[in-house]
T-cell receptor
Framework: AQSVTQLGSHVSVSEGALVLLRCNYS??????LFWYVQYPNQGLQLLLK??????LVKGINGFEAEFKKSETSFHLTKPSAHMSDAAEYFC????????????FGKGTRLSVIA | NAGVTQTPKFRVLKTGQSMTLLCAQD?????MYWYRQDPGMGLRLIHY???????AKGEVPDGYNVSRLKKQNFLLGLESAAPSQTSVYFC?????????????FGPGTRLTVL
């Protein structure tokens, strides 16, 4: 069975500092991996996804993630945090390809301090 | 193009009451999903549908029923609400040209069961 572990339920960074949100997964088949962001009282919005090919994936709002098969990781990074990045971030995995249901991590709340 | 919409946005029920949550999508997606979100638990799949007239159980289906009579609509029913069903419910859809199964989310329904 697939599973996702997000290390740290809450991460706090200063404005302008590096953002690193950790995600590890388990999957018996090559995974499709996703990062979603949820702003307060809103639905989830796709930040980026990895399917096949290049292991460094760039997303919206300056975020990127690297798929490391040997480490079963898909960590999310952003070089310089902005106040508007404060939100909850979810990592998800599917068995892909196709439209199989996603399995989500428990989420990491990012706070950005001025 | 409204994407995924959910009705209602908020609802308060008494224990034992019933209700139906409506999800509608205008992207001609084949796949639709219902999740619940609880603090510290991430999103958990309740039921999903791979096409009109089909439904399948997810991770936490007990106490819920679903129907997909039309391709664009996916209904989630609570026959006898319980306080444990207090949650935020999200609908999502996927399909079309996205082979990676990227899911598009609605804004959510906040349900309180007293």
């Amino acid at each position: 069975a697939q599973s996702v572990t997000q290390l740290g339920s809450h991460v706090s960074v200063s404005e302008g500092a590096l953002v690193l949100l950790r995600c590890n997964y388990s999957s018996s088949v090559p995974p499709y991996l996703f990062w979603y962001v949820q702003y307060p009282n809103q639905g989830l919005q796709l930040l980026l996804k990895y399917t096949t090919g290049a292991t460094l994936v760039k997303g919206i709002n300056g975020f990127e993630a690297e798929f490391k098969k040997s480490e079963t990781s898909f960590h999310l990074t952003k070089p310089s945090a902005h106040m508007s990045d404060a939100a909850e971030y979810f990592c998800a995995v599917s068995e892909g390809p196709g439209n199989t249901p996603l399995v989500f991590g428990k989420g990491t709340r990012l706070s950005v301090i001025a | 193009n409204a994407g995924v919409t959910q009705t209602p946005k908020f609802r308060v029920l008494k224990t034992g009451q019933s209700m139906t949550l409506l999800c509608a999508q205008d992207m001609n997606h084949e796949y639709m999903y219902w999740y619940r979100q609880d603090p510290g638990m991430g999103l958990r799949l309740i039921h999903y549908s791979v096409g009109e007239g089909t439904t399948a159980k997810g991770e936490v289906p007990d106490g819920y029923n679903v129907s997909r009579l039309k391709k664009q609509n996916f209904l989630l029913g609570l026959e006898s609400a319980a306080p444990s069903q207090t949650s935020v419910y999200f609908c999502a859809s996927s399909g079309g040209t996205s082979a990676a199964g990227e899911q598009f989310f609605g804004p959510g329904t906040r349900l309180t069961v007293l």
